[in-house]
């Protein structure tokens, strides 16, 4: 089950590396090697790196509807 603030990151259109590590589990630097080796798509705006939560969805395998079976 997700908790509130993982629901909340993935309710947004991209989150940060901190965020990113947080709900899959990873290290900040294990995040930035993987988006470094391409197996996380990322965009960089100024210093920061920004990764859409649909790709962390993906890679969790959650659908809008475990999202929403998971907000009660």
Partial sequence: ???AQTKEWLSK???SVAQ???ML??????VI???ER??????????RIIIPTAQIRRMLM???????ANAA
């Fill in 62 to 68: 959650l659908d809008d509807a475990a999202l929403s």
């Fill in 25 to 30: 589990g990873m290290s900040g630097p294990g």
């Fill in 1 to 3: 089950m997700l908790d």
């Fill in 33 to 35: 090697r993987a988006i």
């Fill in 38 to 47: 391409g197996d996380i798509r990322s965009t960089r705006i100024g210093k």
């Fill in 13 to 15: 259109p991209a989150c």
């Fill in 20 to 22: 990113a590590a947080e």
